[in-house]
């Protein structure tokens, strides 16, 4: 399972704040056929820290198929999922 945090770190105190979350998991379902490819499950959760974030409560669902798991970054596939979960306000054209 990949794991995403964002932190913010102060520079004042040293203090850290987890902002947000996000699980990605591989469901094993395209690896069966095609090792290189990869079906993807993806949770975000409700809450703006971490105590907050770890009652586990689910925010939003979304799923990357067919991922051609060596052919990108990581941030690819965080990028694919925040898409498919709906994360596009503000986007730029």
């Known amino acids: 399972m990949i794991v995403v945090r964002v932190e913010l770190w102060s520079a004042v105190d040293g203090s850290r704040t987890e902002l947000a979350r996000m699980h990605i998991a591989n469901d094993g379902q395209a690896s069966v056929a095609n090792p290189r490819l990869g079906d993807y499950v993806g ?39 925040l898409d498919d979960m709906g994360y596009r306000q503000g986007a730029r054209s």
């Open 43 to 81: 949770e975000t959760f409700v809450g703006r820290d971490r105590e907050a974030l770890n009652r586990g409560r689910v925010s939003r669902r979304g799923q990357v198929r067919g991922w051609r798991r060596h052919d990108f970054h990581i941030w690819n596939l965080v990028r694919a999922m």
